[in-house]
């Protein structure tokens, strides 16, 4: 089965910095990598997502890069402020046509300094 | 829309004691599915239903049971709770008919087994 680890499990940036999570996967046949952003006390919330046959993706501060050979991807958040503090976690699937399984990283904990 | 809604928030079961999740959606999503985050870890599945009637096991099913006898409802049963049972419990929706389609979570049930 797939198996997905995650780096850093956690981070602290200053806030107008930019911050990086990184994500590595081991099935190859992957196609689908979301990211979700889980605010304290909440259920995991979407904010971006990549399909393999794309290798970056923007909405407006955050990016996410995928390397299909190197089996990986990141995501990028520029000027970064206090409300982007939360669990950031990333997830693969490969699953087509049915429903997905996705697999999740273990979690980022990002913490922006005023 | 309520989107997903999940009850109880908040629960205490006594080793060997059962207990069903509740997890209804408003969203006429075809696929739903359950998972739990254990502290410091991502999300594993659990079960998940692909429409009424239809039901499979994900990474950790054992020890859960689940039925779909609704499209709005997926309910998770809990038979003979065990120590190694407490977790935060998420259910999630998802349209379904695409790979790519988002889910969307519950706020979750956060469930000790004492």
């Known amino acids: 089965g797939e198996n997905v680890e995650q780096h850093p499990s956690t981070l602290s940036v200053q806030e107008g910095d930019s911050a990086v999570i990184k994500c590595t996967y081991s099935?190859?046949?992957?196609?689908?990598f979301p990211w979700y952003k889980q605010e304290l006390g909440k259920g995991p919330q979407l904010i971006i997502d990549?399909?393999?046959?794309?290798g970056e993706k923007k909405d407006q501060r955050i990016a996410v890069t995928l390397n299909k050979t190197a089996k990986h991807f990141s995501l990028h958040i520029t000027e970064t402020q206090p409300e982007d503090s939360a669990v950031y976690f990333c997830?693969?699937?490969?699953?087509?046509?049915?429903?997905?399984?996705?697999?999740f990283g273990s979690g980022t904990q990002l913490t922006v300094l005023p | 829309n309520a989107g997903v809604t999940q009850t109880p928030k908040f629960h205490i079961l006594k080793i060997g004691q059962s207990m069903t999740l509740q997890c209804t959606q408003d969203?006429?999503?075809?696929?739903m599915y359950w998972y739990r985050q254990d502290p410091g870890m991502g999300l594993k599945l659990i079960y998940y239903?692909?429409?009424?009637?239809?039901?499979d096991k994900g990474e950790v099913p054992n020890g859960y049971n689940v039925s779909r006898s609704t499209t709005e409802d997926f309910p998770l049963r809990l038979e003979l709770a065990a120590p190694s049972q407490t977790s935060v419990y998420f259910c999630?929706?998802?349209?379904?008919?695409?790979?790519?389609?988002?889910?969307?979570f519950g706020p979750g049930t956060r469930l000790t087994v004492l």
């Open positions: 099935d190859s046949a992957s196609n689908y």
């Open positions: 999630a929706s998802e349209a379904g008919g695409s790979s790519y389609n988002e889910q969307f």
């Open positions: 997830a693969a699937s490969d699953v087509e046509g049915s429903a997905r399984q996705l697999t």
């Open positions: 969203m006429n999503h075809n696929y």
């Open positions: 990549i399909r393999s046959n794309v």
């Open positions: 239903s692909v429409g009424a009637g239809i039901t």
